[in-house]
């Protein structure tokens, strides 16, 4: 299958600072997907960019999809403690996950 | 609208024992996926469902992992015999045929092999 790295793996932030995690690919991507797992819980979608260079906003969420889409970053704004959790990037038709990075917001 | 459904929520095993997973996907989403996830990694495809077809099940341990979707709707996923390191959650998805609003997940079964 198709492989992913993200990196970090971990990353602890305080409250307030920012946090941008990265997915990076050897092979060209149709499309990339970007999911959140709470501690305990299961993947939630977030959300799929396609085109080149994209870029989307979810509230304090902002996702990137590079030009040459081989990579995609998800940056998050001002954390706060409901942003704890494991965020994911999946590529590929049958969206392969990637090792995911866990991020800890200290209060 | 209803989520996926998986059950049972937990399992205790003893190696060598077997163990079945059921799915209930979202009512109208053709594929169905069944995802491991070991501790501390992301979820690993096992197999994708289109309908009642294998689309993928090039990392399912054939030699002990099962799967079965009859009619198109609710799916099985069966270890025979467990092992040791098949301890991990299962995952269940679901989507449309083209899942622009990606996979909806299940709660998951975490599976426990002693």
């Known amino acids: 299958g198709q492989q992913v790295m993200q990196i970090p793996q971990y990353q602890h932030v305080q409250e307030g600072e920012d946090f941008t995690t990265y997915c990076n690919s050897s092979t060209t991507l149709s499309n990339i997907q970007w999911y959140k797992q709470r501690p305990g819980g299961h993947p939630v979608f977030l959300i799929q960019?396609?085109?080149?260079?994209e870029v989307k906003k979810q509230k304090r969420l902002t996702f990137q999809f590079g030009e040459a889409k081989k990579n995609s970053s998800l940056h998050i704004t001002a954390t706060q403690t409901t942003d704890v959790g494991t965020y994911f990037c999946a590529v590929g038709n049958q969206f392969y996950f990637g090792t995911g990075t866990s991020l800890t917001v200290i209060p | 609208e209803a989520g996926v459904a998986q059950s049972p929520r937990y399992k205790i095993i003893e190696k060598r024992q077997s163990v079945a997973f059921w799915c209930n996907p979202i009512?109208?989403?053709?594929?169905l996926y069944w995802y491991q996830q070991i501790l501390g990694q992301g979820p690993k495809l096992l197999i994708q469902f289109q309908n009642n077809g294998v689309v993928d099940d090039s990392q399912l341990p054939k030699d002990r992992f099962s799967a079965e979707r009859l009619k198109g709707v609710d799916s099985t996923l069966k270890i025979q015999p467990a092992k040791l390191e098949d301890s991990a959650v299962y995952l269940c998805?679901?989507?449309?045929?083209?899942?622009?609003?990606?996979?909806?997940f299940g709660s998951g079964t975490r599976l426990t092999v002693v």
């Open positions: 960019l396609v085109k080149s260079g």
């Open positions: 998805a679901s989507s449309t045929h083209a899942p622009v609003y990606g996979y909806t």
């Open positions: 009512s109208g989403h053709a594929t």
